[in-house]
């Protein structure tokens, strides 16, 4: 499976992102991540092919992630942007029999 990544770029804190990943092929659950640098990659938020979703903490609220099976396209909506948001965000899939995926990061950098 192949993951292309798009939407990030810049925003002004409280501003407003969309992220999306589209898949080459049907896939399961549909995750974002995210990444400082320096860091280890922190999952963001989770939905699952039946549409139940979850969030870490550090966004409930602020941020959605929704999908579109037909087009095997995953969205990460992301609302009040803080400048602790700034990060490069993955998408990763989790396939019934090849494993899981990862598409190229995009950048998000929010300005304070």
């Known amino acids: 499976v192949q993951l292309q990544a798009s939407g990030g770029g810049l925003a002004q804190a409280g501003g407003s992102l969309r992220l999306s990943c589209v898949a080459s092929?049907?896939?399961?659950?549909m995750l974002w991540y995210r990444q400082y640098p320096g860091k280890q990659r922190e999952w963001v938020a989770v939905i699952i092919r039946g549409g139940s979703t979850n969030y870490a903490d550090s966004v409930k609220g602020r941020f959605t992630i929704s999908r579109d099976n037909a087009k095997n396209t995953v969205y990460l909506r992301m609302n009040s942007l803080k400048p602790e948001d700034t990060a490069v965000y993955y998408c990763?899939?989790?396939?019934?029999?090849?494993?899981?995926?990862w598409g190229r990061g995009t950048q998000v950098t929010v300005s304070s």
């Open positions: 990763n899939v989790n396939t019934s029999n090849s494993g899981s995926f």
């Open positions: 092929g049907s896939v399961n659950a």
